[in-house]
């Protein structure tokens, strides 16, 4: 199983989906490391999301403050001239924007109701 990272940052750019020929969609969202805000070389760091995690970068809005969890992906490509290259991408698995107090606008689940069996009878007709 490959190992899960975490990014903080802020959200520098969200380009669009991109669909490709097979039907494999993905998008891109760059972070800016925000330590040092403002510093001579910031880096600027793409995670692609893929198929139906494209939907979690919906909501999110260029200038917040995100968490990114994320894995690293590698693949090694020939092309037709016989070279062998390699490509590594951060695949993004779940972003969380997080707001200036350090706290998270994740959605916290909401219980589910407890499941109404109507009248079940006198409880002295269960069969257990």
């Known amino acids: 199983m490959a190992a899960i990272y975490e990014y903080t940052g802020v959200v520098e750019k969200i380009l669009p989906v991109q669909t490709f020929a097979s039907g494999f969609t993905k998008r891109d969202v760059v972070l800016t490391d925000d330590v040092g805000q403002g510093g001579q070389w910031p880096n600027h760091i793409a995670f692609s999301f893929k198929k139906d995690n494209t939907k979690l970068l919906d909501s999110v809005k260029e200038g917040q403050r995100a968490k990114i969890r994320f894995a690293i992906d590698g693949r090694e490509w020939t092309n037709p001239q016989g070279q062998v290259k390699y490509f590594t991408d951060l695949t993004g698995?779940?972003?969380?924007?997080?707001?200036?107090?350090?706290?998270?606008?994740?959605?916290?689940?909401?219980?589910?109701?407890?499941?109404?069996?109507?009248?079940?009878?006198?409880?002295?007709?269960m069969p257990f």
């Open 93 to 125: 698995l779940k972003l969380e924007v997080i707001n200036n107090d350090g706290s998270s606008t994740e959605p916290v689940p909401v219980p589910a109701e407890p499941e109404d069996f109507g009248d079940v009878g006198d409880i002295d007709d």
